[in-house]
């Protein structure tokens, strides 16, 4: 059984920087597509972050420019760094893993893993 544990989540002010970590417990990590997406109160899960088993990074429009996506692979760690956070920023950041790297990588169905989540919050 896959797991995946997100960590890094808390409480910041507008403008202030946090980097999220994900970590796996599957080997050979290098082998997975790792993604981030998040989901706010009364909203659906949406992209945020993509990163392939070969490297090819994608972002979704709203973060690209503040969000880094990053793997380390001896560490089965992906990383999400945000710059320049918002109020609308506020959700809960989830981590997910496939082996299958598929086109649409910013729908949900097309991961395989999910983890817990870690819930971030930006006040103005």
Known sequence: ???LVETGGGLVQAGDSLKLSCAASEQPFSIYAVGWFRQAPGREREFVAAV?????IYYADSVRGRFTISR???KN???L???SLKPENTAVYYCALTPYWKVKYYVLSNWDYWGQGTQVTVSS
């Open 72 to 74: 380390d692979n001896a």
């Open 81 to 83: 760094q945000m710059n």
């Open 52 to 56: 392939s088993s070969t490297g090819n």
């Open 1 to 3: 059984q896959v797991q």
């Open 77 to 79: 760690t992906v990383y």
